[in-house]
């Protein structure tokens, strides 16, 4: 599974790039074998802690993950002979949950909560269990550098590399900052112009963060999953980012249907949030043809076919069905 991790392909979309008469490029993460991006982190994380004797033989990793980062984790715990023992926010989805019963992690639910310092979020419980437990070793992704050097290291050479420096403009989800931050870092010490793009749901304190420098006491709530934070990460710099494009619930919605009506294409919710970011982006600044854009896809549509792409729990979430590309009922 180690050597599977990267090397994801950067793929042409000619539907985009006819639509917003430029070049745009795909990174779809999702061909890792977790199926997203947080694999890298994982792997990452791992292996600092290994080095640094953090992480020995028998032990049992713990994180707290909205899915993602804990599928990587478990199956790289599977392979390397760790336990693994998984805190995930009740918001993450029921395909992730199963994912990880699976692969065979230990799940623990806990409540969707204001992050690190309420007692009760995946955070503070993951914390809390490794204190109790000394064999055990807390990745922390969100504070954990290792996190952002997956992506300075790995995925920022890979996209250079495929694109051969072109690059203008990398869009990218943001939740622990950790993609965004790596990326951020290996374009801008390389290419002073390039657009480092974050998107953010709205009711996400982040935006405000970057553009005020005040920490929102009173965050909004937002169906997006896997970015958007009610807490300012530790593996988040921003002095990296160029801007913030904050994005809705509805927006995300649409930008998904009208991809997957457009290609057939089946984007997972926060790359649906990052094509609802990009159409934000040419209404603000129309795209030169010139332009090379990246559109960073962190993970696949097949994980949230109970959510995003379900008619009755979009009816419920949000009062409306999709029956065909923009229609609403
Ligand atoms: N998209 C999805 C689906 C994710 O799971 C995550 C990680 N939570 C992200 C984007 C954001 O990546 P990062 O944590 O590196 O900011």
């Not at 970015?227 to 649409?254: C, K, N, Y």
């Not at 009506?261 to 949030?273: H, I, K, R, W």
Request: hydrophobic residues 35%; charged residues 20%.
């Amino acid at each position: 599974m180690i050597d599977q991790i990267g090397n994801t392909p950067l793929t042409k979309s000619e539907t985009l790039s006819d639509q917003y008469q430029c070049q745009i490029y795909i990174k779809e993460d999702f061909h890792n074998p977790g199926m997203s991006s947080k694999d890298r982190a994982a792997l990452y994380m791992i292996r600092d802690a290994e080095i640094k004797n953090f992480l020995k033989p028998g032990y049992t990793i713990i994180e707290a993950s909205s899915g993602n980062t804990g599928i990587g984790l478990a199956l790289l715990a599977k392979e390397l002979g760790y336990k693994c023992h998984i805190f995930m926010s009740s918001k993450g989805s029921s395909e992730k949950v199963n994912l990880l019963n699976s692969i065979g992690a230990e799940v623990t639910i806990c409540q969707n909560s204001n992050g690190p310092k309420d007692p009760a979020s995946s955070q503070a419980r993951a914390k809390s269990y490794h204190e109790r437990h000394p064999h055990s070793f807390f990745c922390n992704q969100y504070f954990n550098q290792a996190n952002i050097d997956a992506h300075y290291y790995m995925t920022g050479p890979e996209i250079w590399k495929q694109s051969e420096g072109k690059v203008s403009h990398i869009i990218a989800g943001v939740g622990t900052g950790g993609t965004i931050s790596g990326l951020g870092r290996y374009f801008k010490e390389r290419k002073k112009n390039v657009n480092i793009l974050g998107v953010d749901p709205e009711g996400s304190i982040l935006t405000d963060y970057h553009l005020k420098g005040v920490v929102n006491t009173s965050p909004g709530k937002y169906l997006i999953e896997g970015i958007g934070r009610h807490f300012i990460p530790g593996a988040l710099d921003f002095s990296v980012i160029d801007q913030f494009i904050q994005v809705s619930d509805q927006e995300t919605v649409t930008a998904a249907y009208n991809f997957k009506e457009m290609t057939g294409y089946l984007s997972g919710f926060s790359s649906a949030a990052v094509l609802a970011a990009l159409n934000k982006l040419d209404q603000q600044q129309h795209f030169k043809t010139t332009d090379f854009v990246v559109l960073f896809f962190a993970d696949h549509g097949s994980r949230y076919i109970s959510k995003l792409y379900n008619s009755d729990w979009l009816k419920k979430e949000l009062g409306y069905k999709y029956i065909n590309r923009s229609e609403l009922t």
